[in-house]
């Protein structure tokens, strides 16, 4: 575990906190007017690899030796030039600032961040963090490298859990939950629809299912897998066979058949390790499979997509067993199809080489057009 220190006078800025991957859903822009919960899980922080925030540039003013440099293979819009290695924490988890009311920007609902770091060491001034809490973003407070640094806490050590742990014990995430709103129709609170996580996670799995792909058709298996990718895929990706076929695969998992292209796998929530054949309990280390390619999504929409949570048919009567879920009143459903994520989609296809195929860029350039036919 680590608490972060203030670089100008060595305060503490932090309960301390233990490090885990960075969630799928960082940079989502979810709605119009939605109140996201916080993005990270309360005692934990998170590295990002890449700037956040102004200063920006646009493409144009971007050398294309410097964009490949800095890990983007694709146009975009605007790429941000501040530092990065900023670490991601829970509001909570702040302690010793102060808000600088000057910084904070002429957001809609809460502070965007958009005037760089709003939040300064309260011993010394100096700006140590960014709060994040308008609409449609995920709150979150970012803590710029060059601002803090982390020190270890004596005593603590935090090993991570194994794949077998994490498949008996991981939390699923469901597919679907109730939206936070301001204020909507006729006063309400909330509306009900699929996960924003699910979205963005589907966003980013899009990504490099197009990259395995190479530009041929992809079946995925029936069920919640196919409510997710199936309708996408096949708009993105021309007909007709030969096709290639992917598979879930992960922790506790029977070894798939022979002739599987592509294996749709589990993220570690603490290690950002992506598993692989050979890391699993039950798999030989032969291997047909050797040459599959893999796809990452977080744990906890992997969990949900190898077993679904059920439903029963028809209310249950007398005492509940546990873990048995009632449907009275009935389950709520989402009132349209799933749609991934085009800006998760959109920010991971940048980020991978293979977006340098002609076919794929082509593909990708696609994904800034609207259609009445968009899967998203």
């Known amino acids: 575990m680590f608490v972060f220190l203030c670089a100008g006078c060595g305060a503490e800025l932090t309960v301390p906190l233990s490090q885990v991957s960075l969630p799928a859903h960082t940079r989502q822009q979810y709605g119009d007017g939605t109140r996201l919960p916080v993005l990270m899980e309360s005692g934990t922080f998170a590295v990002d690899p890449d700037p956040w925030g102004g200063p920006w540039r646009t493409w144009d003013e971007?050398?294309?030796?410097?964009?490949?440099?800095?890990?983007?293979?694709?146009?975009?819009?605007?790429?941000?030039?501040?530092?990065?290695?900023?670490?991601?924490?829970?509001?909570?988890?702040?302690?010793?600032?102060?808000?600088?009311?000057?910084?904070?920007?002429?957001?809609?609902?809460?502070?965007?961040?958009?005037?760089?770091?709003?939040?300064?060491?309260?011993?010394?001034?100096?700006?140590?963090?960014?709060?994040?809490?308008?609409?449609?973003?995920?709150?979150?407070?970012?803590?710029?490298?060059?601002?803090?640094?982390?020190?270890?806490?004596?005593?603590?050590?935090?090993?991570?859990?194994?794949?077998a742990e994490l498949a008996a014990t991981g939390q699923k995430t469901p597919p679907f939950e109730a939206i936070p709103v301001w204020r909507g129709p006729r006063g309400a609170t909330h509306y009900w629809s699929w996960s924003p996580r699910w979205e963005a996670a589907a966003g980013q799995a899009l990504a490099h299912l197009l990259v395995a792909s190479q530009g041929r058709p992809v079946t995925v298996p029936d069920g919640p897998a196919a409510d997710v990718f199936r309708r996408t895929l096949d708009a993105l990706l021309p007909p007709g066979p030969p096709g290639r076929r992917a598979v879930l695969a992960g922790p506790g998992q029977p070894s798939p058949d022979a002739g599987v292209d592509i294996l749709l796998v589990p993220v570690h929530p603490q290690t950002g390790q992506i598993w692989a054949p050979e890391t699993g309990q039950t798999w030989a280390p032969v291997d047909r499979t050797a040459s599959a390619h893999l796809v990452p999504l977080p744990l906890g929409v992997w969990l949900w997509l190898v077993s679904p949570q059920p439903h029963l048919p028809v209310p249950a009567s007398g005492r509940l067993p546990q873990d048995v879920l009632r449907d009275d009143p009935p389950p709520q459903l989402p009132h349209s199809l799933f749609r991934a994520d085009r800006r998760t989609l959109q920010y991971t296809l940048a980020r991978l080489p293979a977006v340098r195929a002609p076919w794929l860029r082509t593909l990708y350039e696609t994904l800034t057009q609207r259609s009445p036919a968009d899967p998203f």
């Open 62 to 163: 971007i050398d294309p030796g410097e964009a490949e440099a800095r890990g983007i293979h694709a146009p975009v819009y605007s790429l941000p030039d501040s530092r990065t290695g900023a670490s991601v924490i829970a509001p909570g988890d702040i302690r010793g600032t102060r808000l600088i009311p000057e910084k904070l920007g002429g957001s809609c609902c809460g502070p965007d961040g958009a005037d760089g770091p709003n939040m300064a060491c309260e011993a010394c001034g100096l700006p140590v963090a960014t709060r994040i809490d308008d609409c449609s973003l995920w709150q979150a407070v970012r803590l710029p490298s060059g601002a803090v640094h982390r020190a270890p806490v004596d005593g603590s050590h935090d090993a991570p859990l194994s794949w």
